[in-house]
């Protein structure tokens, strides 16, 4: 029995009130040990014990190895079944929309190729296309340059097009949202700043520049006037070359017909510049 | 100790044998303890967890401490998860007691029996939801017989500080059965005391 007396409660300054408390608890503490449960222990209790932690060290550590190998086949198995299954729902419901789908003109750009791969008429009934100016022919003074590139108007509104969807479309970091979502982080900038702001132009391909000065020169050998214009290319800043670029108007008969060039020689004898 | 000791020794050495024959004669106290926290079923899993742990943990046995307490104070262990456990705290199981089937003396001794071991589970329980430090020596010392001084040496620590903590675990153990505490005069009767505190919930 513990050595506890009603002297030790007094050693370590007990409440001599409460002492008898004590003794009480002590009587029942005591009436306590004898408690015999309803039935005496099981026989085999402890050969069941250990018989059931023997099982479940092999279950757990023993032939693991195995268990183990066919965990990880069937996680590999399960991540690759549902890979296989994202992507046959995400091939089933169509293919992914790229920005500026909606804002391409479907119908004309396709009466656009029709009329350009079929310059006869053949292309299949759709909107008439929109006329355009006609294109202004321009030789170089050698006679040896390509013309500047003609630009269609059908690729003119492709190309605004493509602009306004790539302005439009958001990048990923800034998702439209209030806060941290699941749909991304907080937007660092607002909506419309993030959909108007301005990036940087792309890099046009260079084109052949040339300054260009409309003048009326007078055909001599002739008697006519005919507007002509003065080309003067990037490589050679100093001399405008005079290109008739158009038919004269103020005769019935031509002196020279579009694209004619003039040779720079000739130019004193043959033009007087007004 | 010397039988305890050589046969702790094969059981360390992985001999179950030895194990199995080790706590068959600790079992009754093993099974006392899980008893006292649970019913039927329950009392037969917290008695073979108690052994799994004690098999578990056999390297950790110094033997200069009895065999019995260090298992029995396993057993405690348990027994306090138990009752700390959520599915302890959300299921009241209730015992089934041998209903009197007439009047008379004759009948009513196995009823005042039930009654006097529910109470004798309910002092016992509340020892067992003692902290460790107070758990241990209150138990192993009113209940097992074990000594402080063997006490000491399964713990580590002074028969004084274990004095300082039995003590400390009657105040607690005081609060906890305040109830049957309240009126001395009246505590060998387990039915008047029922009443008692029936009259205090309508207070």
């Known amino acids: ?274 | 100790m010397e039988p305890d000791n050589e046969l702790v020794r094969r059981a360390v050495a992985g001999d179950t044998e030895a194990f199995t024959t080790l706590c068959d004669s600790h079992r009754a106290r093993v099974w006392r303890i899980a008893a006292s926290v649970g019913h039927a079923a329950d009392a037969d899993d917290l008695a073979q967890e108690a052994i799994i742990r004690a098999y578990c943990a056999l390297a950790t046995y110094r033997a200069d401490a009895p065999f019995g307490a260090w298992l029995c104070r396993i057993a405690l262990n348990v027994a306090h998860d138990y009752q700390r456990s959520a599915w302890r705290r959300r299921i009241v199981l209730w015992p089934r007691t041998a209903l009197p089937d007439g009047g008379g003396p004759a009948v009513e001794a196995p009823a005042a029996a039930a009654e006097r071991r529910e109470l004798q589970r309910r002092v016992r329980q509340a020892v067992a939801a003692l902290p460790a430090s107070q758990r241990v020596p209150l138990w192993l010392s009113y209940f097992e017989g074990f000594t402080l001084a063997e006490l000491a040496l399964l713990e580590g620590v002074p028969e004084s500080t274990l004095r300082s903590r039995v003590r400390a675990g009657l105040r607690k153990l005081e609060r906890a059965l305040a109830d049957l505490l309240e009126d001395p005069g009246e505590a060998a009767s387990p039915v008047d005391r029922g009443e008692a505190a029936e009259r205090r919930c309508r207070t």
């Open chain 1, 1 to 274: 029995m513990p050595n506890v007396t009603r002297k030790n409660v007094k050693d370590v300054g007990g409440d001599v009130g409460r002492e008898p408390t004590f003794s009480n608890m002590e009587t029942l503490l005591r009436d306590a040990a004898g408690y015999e449960p309803e039935r005496d222990a099981p026989a085999g209790l402890v050969a069941r014990a250990v018989a059931r932690h023997q099982h479940r060290a092999s279950r757990f550590y023993g032939r693991d190895s195995d268990a183990r190998h066919g965990r990880a086949l069937t996680l590999c198995g399960g991540a690759a079944a549902a890979a296989a299954a994202a992507v046959l729902v995400v091939a089933l419901v169509g293919p992914p929309v790229r920005p500026g789908d909606a804002l391409r003109p479907v119908p004309e750009r396709s009466a656009a190729r029709a009329t350009r791969d079929h310059p006869t008429g053949s292309a299949a009934p759709g909107p008439p296309a929109v006329p355009t100016a006609p294109a202004k022919t321009v030789a170089s003074a050698a006679g040896t340059g390509a013309p500047p590139p003609v630009v269609g108007v059908h690729d003119e509104r492709r190309r605004v097009a493509a602009t306004r969807a790539r302005r439009n479309s958001v990048p990923a970091g800034h998702r439209l949202g209030r806060g941290g979502t699941s749909a991304g982080p907080r937007p660092r900038i607002g909506r419309t700043r993030a959909l108007t702001r301005r990036r940087p132009p792309r890099p046009v391909p260079a084109a052949p520049r040339a300054r260009w000065e409309v003048q009326t020169v007078q055909v001599e050998s002739y008697g006519v006037l005919a507007p002509v214009l003065l080309a003067q290319s990037e490589e050679s800043e100093t001399t405008l070359t005079p290109v008739v670029v158009d038919i004269p108007v103020y005769a019935d008969t031509y002196a020279a017909a579009a694209g004619d060039v003039r040779p720079a020689a000739a130019e004193a004898s043959d033009f007087e510049t007004e």
